[in-house]
């Protein structure tokens, strides 16, 4: 890759290890800041774009061709904008939060493989990274929300620690299974994994319907984004913020977004390739169909966001505990039995297809019953005709 050749000219001039691995290093993380910044700008116009769509409108087109310029309208403008501070605030926390939220987003990116060998640290322990760099984003919200001194924002980050601790189990427990087919907590070994023995969209189909839905909680969006909830709190934990403040928080939640984009390309879709035996193909190929597999799930995200209608705290609290937990701990059960019988993938994938299509319907319909709506909110009854006198 580029870092090797990078590093093979230095040596040809006779410099030593540590200049080498210096300037690799450097050269590593500018590229991959400049990836995610580019990314991220290209996030924006294609949610905009989409949900434009599912609203029947056009969505940004004055700026660019297309509206393509409209991401880079809006950073000039948001640098020109007044960064105010209220009084009594702790400022060194306040202003400390909007970095720290740009962090973890970054750190994930460092352990996911692009193409064949090409991931700037691929750890052993990748996926137990992963989740603890992932815990780390409540920090900052909360970071925000206490020290605006300003009870809306410190309800939002309340809200947001206790909606982030509880989704963070069944996104843990949803990948077990995963390291039980492949037997490592290496990305990049899950990814071989599944180039022979197929993607664990198919072999794990209830894991990936439970990450799916734990991840959209823990990076606060629609229909989980009870952080901000603007119709109850106003805005939340970013209430008190502005300028180029607030643009830190809204790139950062982008840049999470992607991050959990590129995870599920890497856990379930196979990463960067397809199939085995194809190693001859070029490593910008398959970075190229890498980026295009981020893309379509981050269309994904976006979809159930112009889709479906915000959650109360109540409901969504309780869908981690009594829907989504249960169910990613039968899938391991489930798992842990398919490894030791050593079952053939066609048939690992019958018997989690039908099992993850009867826990979800028959599961919905327990607590369904458990709950006990009362009448007047259940399905609206038909109203009585009322005679015309009595109007």
Same mark, same amino acid.
């Given at each position: ?8 000219? %230095? ?8 200049? *080498? ?8 993380? *500018? ?36 509206? %393509? ?13 007044? &960064? ?7 400022? %060194? ?6 970095? *720290? ?7 994930? @990116? ?51 620690? &206790? ?35 197929? @993607? ?102 976006? @979809? ?32 842990? *039995? ?24 028959? @599961? ?28």
């Amino acid at each position: 890759m580029i870092n090797d050749w990078i590093a093979g000219l %230095l040596r040809s001039f006779g410099a030593v290890d540590w200049i *080498v691995v210096l300037v690799t290093s450097i050269v590593s993380v *500018v590229a991959l800041l400049g990836f995610v910044v580019l990314s991220v700008l290209f996030a924006t116009w294609i949610e905009r774009k989409l949900i434009g769509r599912f609203q029947i409108r056009y969505g940004p087109n004055r700026a660019g061709k297309f509206g %393509l310029l409209q991401p880079v309208a809006d950073a000039i403008k948001v640098m020109g904008k007044e &960064a105010i501070t209220p009084f009594d605030v702790d400022k %060194l926390v306040f202003w400390a939060a909007p970095i *720290v939220a740009f962090l973890p987003g970054m750190l994930t @990116w460092a352990v996911v493989p692009f193409a064949p060998g090409a991931a700037l640290a691929d750890l052993d322990t990748g996926i137990l990274f992963v989740m603890a760099i992932g815990a780390l984003g409540v920090v900052p919200v909360f970071m925000a929300g206490w020290a605006s001194n300003n009870k809306y924002s410190l309800l939002g980050a309340m809200r947001a620690v &206790a909606q982030t601790v509880s989704y963070e189990i069944p996104l843990v427990l949803s990948l077990v299974g995963l390291i039980l087919f492949a037997n490592s907590l290496r990305l990049s070994d899950l990814v071989a994994f599944q180039h022979s023995s197929g @993607w664990f969209l198919f072999l794990q189909p209830l894991a990936f319907v439970c990450f799916f839905i734990a991840a959209s909680a823990e990076l606060n969006r629609t229909p989980t984004d009870i952080m901000e909830g603007e119709s109850e709190i106003v805005g939340g934990y970013h209430t008190e913020y502005s300028g180029f403040k607030f643009s830190l928080f809204y790139v950062a939640e982008y840049t999470h977004l992607f991050a959990v984009s590129a995870l599920v390309t890497t856990l379930f879709l196979g990463g960067w390739g397809i199939v085995s035996g194809l190693e001859f193909v070029p490593g910008v190929v398959w970075f190229i169909l890498f980026v295009v597999k981020v893309n379509l799930v981050f269309c994904v995200f976006v @979809w159930t966001r112009a889709t479906l209608p915000r959650l109360r705290v109540d409901q969504l609290m309780d869908f981690a505990w009594k829907f989504l937990i249960p169910l990613t701990l039968i899938n391991i059960g489930v798992a842990a *039995v398919e490894v030791f019988l050593a079952l053939p993938g066609v048939l690992v994938f019958l018997v989690n297809v039908v099992l993850a299509g009867i826990l979800i319907a028959g @599961w919905t319909q327990v607590l369904g019953k458990i709950s006990g709506l009362p009448p007047h909110l259940g399905p609206a009854q038909p109203r009585a005709a009322v005679p015309h006198a009595a109007r």
